[in-house]
């Protein structure tokens, strides 16, 4: 790369700073081949610029950081010229299209640009009218990825206020958005949760990205507008192996559910019910966070479990090191073979663990666990519903249970518990229900 003249700007002084990570930037979104010629030629026309030779618009100025986010937004828009460049090419030449089908924009096209600055404008005169704790925690909320415990502790309130500041933070962003749209005579919407939130920016916005000149909303904007999105369930007795865009993949077990977003500058994954287990491709300048109640999972690269139970969260990892923050802010690291089960009231401890995620496999193992959690567990994977009666639900099980055998378990507990079990009738014509109970 070409050093910088005695008289370059701090623009040209933060691109030469910035040019490797600007190179993988951009690599992910043209490719590793063209991201170093496309990052040499935008030197080049800032070079050219800085000497009069372009009459390119000014960077903007502002706080520490508005050049390095101009620069981002430089690549960001080059890298997408040059993808709808090379498909309207492939276009040009593709026989076996369709005639008269439009092609698939890739971005918006240049003449719409003016009109969507003006939408994200309408965004920041939004954000600045929000009172300034109800902004602070929005933008560190969708900025910072800073956990709504965390926000709570740091401005004294609870997590509740926090949810209802981000919240209502969406809702007038929304708003000047609908605005924008002319949208002036529609109904408000109807309370949604924050991923519907995010989706309804999305559609109201109707791109998948554009760089602008304020740094805080173009930071913003990246973290808004994911770049990848989708929702996995799983039903009774079903795995799912779901292969992610940046090369991890996401293994779900039965009657599961989690949500996928990636996002510009991070990979975040919210575990909604049942169990996941993860091979995390590394990614230094993009961490994967797995949320699961008020749990959070961090990682850069490495494969792991996180199971949502009754009233806890379990994390164990089958290789690298995890790092693992609970709603109280208290901060976990774990290594290979170890397990933490996060429970309230309960001292967290680290513990050995000789196979993670053995239902992957065909297997669950149980240390001591009460039998009502035995039967949950199972419940995933039977059709036939299951129930403890209380007094035997605290009786502790130790071993290994086969999955496709865990109807013949059941009915052998006699032998090893103080218990019953047998199949009874809840209604007619249902099936029926097999009952544990203690015996006397």
Known sequence: MPAPASSSSSLLSTFQDSYHELVRFVARRAGPQAARDLVHDAWIRLAERQRGESDAPAAPDGPPG????????????????HLRHGQRTAERFDTSAREGEPPSPLSPDVADTHSYRQALAAVEGALAQLPARCRDIFLADRIAGASHAELAERHGVSVKTVEREVMRAMDS?????????????????????????????????????????SPTLWLAWRQWMPQYQVRLATATGRLLNQPLPDGSTLTLDASSRAEVDFYATRRQVRLLAGSAFFAVARDTERPFVVQAADVQVTVLGTRFEVALEDDAVLVAVDAG???????????????A????????????????????????????????TPLAEVARRLERYSLQPLRVEPDAAALPVLGRVRIAAAQGWLRMLPRTLPVSVQEEEQAPGAVRTLVIRRRS
Not at 66 to 81: F, G, K, Q, T
Not at 177 to 191: E, N, S, V
Not at 360 to 367: H, I, K, N, P
């Open 66 to 81: 508005a050049s390095r986010a101009y620069l981002y937004a430089v690549m960001e828009n080059i890298a997408i010229d």
């Open 173 to 213: 962003v929304e708003a000047s958005l609908r605005r924008w749209r002319g949208d002036t005579a529609a109904p408000a919407p109807a309370p949604a949760p924050r991923t519907g939130r995010r989706r309804a920016l999305s559609t109201l916005l109707g791109m998948a990205g554009l760089g602008v000149g």
């Open 321 to 335: 090191r995890v790092q693992v923050r609970d709603g109280s802010g208290a901060r976990h690291e774990l290594g």
């Open 337 to 368: 073979g170890q397990m933490l089960r996060l429970a309230p009231g309960q001292t967290a401890a680290v513990q050995t663990v000789a196979a993670v995620a053995a239902w992957r496999e065909g297997w669950l193992d149980f240390q001591n």
